[in-house]
């Protein structure tokens, strides 16, 4: 079955730091791969998307994310972190298995110090 | 403003009570979703409906019911027989059930069993 993880329940970074959030997922087949950001107590919002169009997705907020098949991953990433960037991530991957599903990762909180 | 309403925000039931959330979308989607979010667990997804009159389990259907008896709305129930409802629960819906879709959320209703 498949199964994404994100390494990393938590990432501190300091604002104008390099921001990197991680995500693996387990199929052979190169699934559809989202991130999600949630601000708190509200609902998940689309940072991007890859569908196989290209490996670097660029997305909203001046996020990033590369699809690397041979490591299995899609990693979430931007330049310089600023306040506003704090939330919750979650990585997300398409079941191969039920093309109606997603599957969510357990999310990583990133919290940006001054 | 097309979105997704959730209401109430805030609920509060007592042991043994049935009580029902409610979703309502103007964006014209097919498809809907209920997932339920936990600390450190990322979003699991309760129920799912591809078209009016038609709906799915999905990883965690029991002691939640759900109706679609219109395009716009998909309530759930949490019944009595859910051990542990307490949970943050989040709607979505999409142009149609396919996980290449993006999925738009709602501002979720935090449950709270006394």
């Known amino acids: 079955a498949q199964s994404v993880t994100q390494l990393g329940s938590h990432v501190s970074v300091s604002e104008g730091a390099l921001v990197l959030l991680r995500c693996n997922y387990s199929?052979?087949?190169?699934?559809?791969l989202f991130w999600y950001v949630q601000y708190p107590n509200q609902g998940l919002q689309l940072l991007l998307k890859?569908?196989?169009?290209?490996?670097l997705v660029k997305g909203i907020n001046d996020f990033e994310a590369e699809f690397k098949k041979s490591e299995t991953s899609f990693h979430l990433t931007k330049p310089s972190a600023h306040m506003s960037d704090a939330a919750e991530y979650f990585c997300?991957?398409?079941?191969?298995?039920?093309?109606?599903?997603?599957?969510f990762g357990t999310g990583t909180r990133l919290q940006v110090f001054p | 403003d097309g979105g997704i309403t959730q209401s109430p925000k805030y609920l509060f039931r007592k042991e043994g009570q049935n009580v029902t959330l409610s979703c309502e979308q103007n964006?014209?989607?097919?498809?809907m979703y209920w997932y339920r979010q936990d600390p450190g667990q990322g979003l699991r997804l309760i129920y799912y409906?591809?078209?009016?009159?038609?709906?799915q389990k999905g990883d965690i259907a029991e002691g939640y019911s759900v109706s679609r008896e219109k395009k716009e709305s998909f309530p759930l129930t949490v019944t009595s027989a859910q051990k542990n409802p307490t949970a943050f629960y989040l709607c979505?819906?999409?142009?149609?059930?396919?996980?290449?879709?993006?999925?738009?959320f709602g501002p979720g209703t935090r449950l709270t069993v006394l």
């Open positions: 199929s052979s087949v190169p699934p559809y």
């Open positions: 964006l014209n989607h097919d498809a």
């Open positions: 997300a991957v398409s079941d191969p298995g039920n093309t109606d599903k997603l599957i």
């Open positions: 890859y569908t196989s169009a290209a490996t």
């Open positions: 409906s591809q078209i009016v009159n038609d709906f």
């Open positions: 979505a819906s999409s142009i149609s059930v396919n996980s290449y879709n993006e999925q738009f």
